[in-house]
């Protein structure tokens, strides 16, 4: 990719405040050992496929529940929040599990291979919603299948994403793969914004609830078979690392019992290590800012294009959308590229805050963009926002790879798993309580769907408040939050050779300054 040297030069002058000159900083080339296959990048890269394509399924359909069959905001909101509470002990349980799994295909694999079915079948029976039944039956039906349908997710993708921690011990291979993850992820919300559309087309449905149920048994067949991919073709790094130290005679003697409690015993343990942390903390920190605040928004941009900008016209709104939500994915592809390489020259750290400074400027662009007058303007913060998850999902898994080493540095553990879960528990709760907190703010703004194209202007006025400024005030605290994060370049690559030692690999550096 070919990018001219003054686009950089801006970029570099604009960063510098930040940190010190990267003429400062020590530079470290790949070794060819460390080097991922592109084939296994893009393995790899299927399984994220299918976790933003689940996720963005089940939180962009949910408007069927609203629009389709009538329930209350308030309770559609609840049903996308409470099912992910759960994942404060699912997530972190199965990252410990997974962390200490031994079996002839590894601690990962099976996890990934199963999840992949359970959740790719629970989805396409989740939305066979049966007709004309009460709006209790309704949120109890969804919130005990959505339940289900997340516990699949949970053995799906914790494993999945502690995969991608260990596929490479290199610095900045790690943010490539997770570039090359991250791009072929967004390829779900390229389609994603599309499935409203799609539920409410004619030709195939008899309405927006028959338009889900068909849609949703397409996205369920797809996840299955894509979600199995890495668990065929992948290996694991550390397989065996999970293998215990030999046990006290004692111990053995107690049993299943004694086993029983030292696990509990562990998890805690772990669990509460992990969190204590002070560096992933601050990634934590971050991550559940930025994203909390696009999702929040995420409903609240339906309802502003289609009430606002063209005055309750519900198909005319959802094509505008899907233009809006497809362009911001497709510019998402350039932004996974542009964070990329600017990662490898200045840094995570700020490359970091470039990409949610650009970010936070489309989302003010919003306020006068979202125009009835000129419906089209509502396209140009799209690639602006696109910085925002593009840059975060790209940034993010890395770092924490590199928060695994320092963390087994210091405790002589790997916790892949665990960190892993709960960084994204973190971003799973930064969903939910941006969907319950999105139906009740709607319902603060007067919103009222029998009104259709006649909401009130305070209404109005509300909706558009909340859609450009809570993300971008969000945004901003991020920045702060990750601001003083400690791991550079030059420090993980002293980890690495350190862990290295210690594992009798040797203390040869692997890569030389660059």
């Known amino acids: 990719m070919s990018i001219s040297p003054t686009i950089f030069d801006d970029v570099f002058s604009v960063t510098h405040i930040w940190g010190d000159a990267m003429s400062q900083a020590t530079h470290y080339e790949t070794a060819p050992e460390d080097r991922i296959p592109l084939?296994?990048?893009?393995?790899?890269?299927l399984g994220a496929f299918v976790n933003n394509l689940l996720a963005a399924a089940i939180g962009g359909m949910a408007i069927v529940l609203n629009l389709g069959l009538g329930m209350n905001p308030a309770l559609v909101g609840l049903l996308g929040a409470l099912p992910r509470l759960t994942d404060a002990i699912t997530d972190p349980l199965m990252g410990y599990i997974s962390d200490n799994t031994r079996s002839r295909w590894g601690r990962r694999r099976p996890y990934i291979f199963v999840g992949a079915i359970v959740a790719g079948v629970v989805f396409a029976l989740l939305w066979q919603l049966p007709?004309?039944?009460?709006?209790?039956?309704y949120f109890w039906y969804f919130l005990i299948g959505s339940l289900v349908f997340y516990l699949g997710y949970t053995v799906f993708a914790t494993p999945w994403v502690a995969l991608g921690y260990e596929l490479t011990p290199d610095y900045h291979e790690r943010t490539r793969l997770m570039g090359v993850q991250n791009f072929i992820g967004q390829l779900a919300y390229v389609i994603a914004p599309w499935f409203l559309l799609f539920m409410q087309n004619e030709t195939f449905f008899d309405d927006m609830v028959d338009g889900a149920a068909g849609l949703a048994i397409i996205i369920g067949v797809v996840s299955i078979?894509?979600?199995?991919?890495p668990a065929i073709f992948l290996r694991e790094r550390f397989k065996d690392f999970a293998e215990p130290e030999d046990k006290e005679p004692e111990e053995q003697a107690q049993g299943a019992m004694a086993v029983a409690m030292r696990n509990i015993r562990d998890f805690f343990s772990g669990f509460a290590a992990t969190l204590k942390f002070k560096p992933f903390l601050k990634l934590c920190a971050a991550t559940f800012l930025v994203f909390n605040g696009f999702m929040l928004i995420s409903s609240f941009q339906f309802y502003v294009i289609i009430y606002y900008v063209f005055r309750g016209d519900k198909i005319l709104g959802a094509e505008y959308a899907g233009y809006a939500g497809s362009l911001?994915?497709?510019?998402?592809?350039l932004v996974i590229f542009f964070v990329t390489w600017l990662a490898t020259r200045i840094g995570k750290r700020?490359?970091?805050f470039t990409a949610i400074g650009i970010s936070m400027a489309g989302y003010a662009l919003k306020w006068v963009c979202y125009n009835p007058d000129v419906p089209w303007l509502l396209l140009v913060p799209a690639p602006l926002l696109a910085f925002g998850l593009g840059?975060?999902?790209?940034?993010m898994p890395s770092m924490i790879a590199d928060v695994v080493d320092m963390d087994e540095l210091e405790t002589n553990e790997r916790r892949e798993g665990m960190y892993g879960s709960i960084f994204w528990w973190v971003v799973k709760l930064g969903m939910a309580a941006a969907l319950a907190a999105g139906g009740f703010l709607l319902n603060a703004t007067g919103f009222d769907v029998a009104l259709e194209g006649n909401q009130t202007e305070n209404t109005i006025f509300?909706?558009?408040?909340?859609?450009?400024?809570?993300?971008?005030?969000?945004?901003?605290?991020?920045?702060?939050?990750?601001a003083t994060f400690s791991i550079t370049e030059e420090r993980a690559h002293e980890i690495r050779l350190e862990l290295e030692q210690r594992r009798g690999s040797g203390g040869e550096p692997v890569a030389e300054p660059a």
């Open 131 to 137: 007709r004309d039944q009460s709006e209790t039956f």
């Open 39 to 45: 084939v296994q990048k893009l393995v790899y890269g």
């Open 462 to 482: 509300l909706m558009r408040l909340f859609d450009a400024f809570v993300p971008f005030v969000a945004s901003g605290v991020a920045i702060w939050a990750i």
């Open 350 to 352: 700020r490359a970091f």
């Open 328 to 333: 911001g994915a497709i510019c998402t592809f």
């Open 391 to 395: 840059g975060l999902f790209t940034l």
């Open 225 to 229: 078979v894509i979600g199995i991919l």
